[in-house]
């Protein structure tokens, strides 16, 4: 099977690419920008195809013969649709590294489609949500009568410049919980609470994360918060930024605020990326009172973003033909799947 990485030549996009050659396999590396990509196509000996989203005709000549796309071009609020319909009508399976709740809630709701062609929809096949979703996952498995999921997770390096630009995009949506099995809009930083790493007590606040979703989907458990490790200081600044609102989604300061993510943001070095880690953890509990928690250490998000998505598609480079439809990650690749990455484990 002919697969591609769209959005080679961004900064997560080229970290897929280089482990992608390093494991032997021969993507088609594509994006917008035909002199951006071919540096990297050289470099390495592959297939370049350069096309918008925003011409249908265009893309879906991009696609031909492509047999499943790793879609690695953010903000997925714009991007994710048309690659997904475009994989819909020529049937190539469809993998994001989002982590964006909305971008969820769409690919989810393509699922009929999706099977009818035979194809596997997975968004979050990266950092968002691999391991929150797998971790959610084994605690269900472990307690089955769990009614609510808590996860959060700290992490080390900074953030990409796609990541900046999609947490700016999340300013003028607020924050959201599952509450009831149902999808609620919340306040910017609507709880906090502090949780265990080393015997330091570690502060985090709500954030609206992809599993508020996904980790329903996959587990069942109707009450769902996700929070990040933060200084106490940002969500001070956070719950000052609800004064403004609606103010925060507006074009005109969307654009403002992105344009300050360009010219400041570059994503962490690779030295900084081989210093810092990531911890996840997950706590649910039932009605009867019962509880349990679990922890994971995990490498630099991006590092677990590059080995998550690849394991994914070396899975269906394999089995062209699992159960077709939308799957979370859990869901597709089991709950133990984490495990199974270059140096995660189970605190």
Not at 11 to 36: C, D, F, I, S, W
Not at 185 to 191: D, G, T, Y
Request: hydrophobic letters at 40%.
């Amino acid at each position: 099977m002919d697969w591609m990485i769209y959005g080679a030549n961004g900064y997560t996009g080229k970290m897929v690419v280089e482990e992608a050659v390093r494991r032997g396999l021969r993507p088609v590396l594509a994006g917008r920008n035909a002199a951006a990509l071919e540096p990297l196509a050289q470099q390495h000996g592959l297939p370049v195809r350069a096309f918008t989203l925003d011409n249908p005709t265009a893309l879906r000549t991009g696609l031909n013969g492509i047999g499943l796309v790793l879609h690695c071009a953010g903000p997925f609020s714009a991007t994710s649709a048309p690659m997904l319909d475009a994989c819909l009508d020529v049937g190539a399976h469809y993998l994001d590294i989002t982590g964006e709740i909305d971008v969820f809630a769409h690919c989810h709701s393509r699922d009929a489609q999706a099977r009818q062609k035979g194809i596997v929809v997975l968004p979050g096949a990266g950092f968002d949500v691999v391991p929150t979703d797998c971790l959610a996952a084994m605690l269900k498995r472990d307690l089955p009568s769990a009614t609510s999921l808590v996860l959060a997770f700290e992490a080390g390096g900074g953030p990409s410049p796609g990541t900046a630009k999609t947490s700016v995009e999340g300013l003028g949506k607020g924050g959201r919980a599952r509450i009831g099995g149902e999808l609620r809009r919340v306040p910017l930083a609507w709880k906090t609470r502090t949780f265990e790493r080393d015997g330091e007590q570690r502060f985090a606040m709500t954030i609206p994360w992809g599993d508020v979703y996904t980790a329903y989907l996959s587990t069942g458990i109707p009450d769902v918060e996700v929070y990040m490790g933060v200084p106490p200081s940002t969500a001070i600044k956070l719950r000052r930024l609800r004064l403004l609102g609606p103010l925060l989604g507006l074009g005109p300061v969307q654009s403002l605020l992105k344009r300050q993510v360009e010219k400041k943001v570059r994503g962490p070095s690779d030295s900084t990326r081989g210093k810092t880690g990531c911890v996840v953890w997950g706590e649910v509990r039932d009605d009867q009172g019962g509880e349990l928690a679990r922890q994971l250490r995990t490498p630099n998000g991006y590092e677990l973003t590059v080995t998550a998505s690849l394991g994914i598609v070396q899975r269906l480079l394999v089995e062209p033909a699992p159960t077709p439809g939308f799957h979370t990650p859990s869901q597709l690749m089991g709950a133990d799947y984490v495990l199974s990455l270059p140096g995660v484990r189970l605190a």
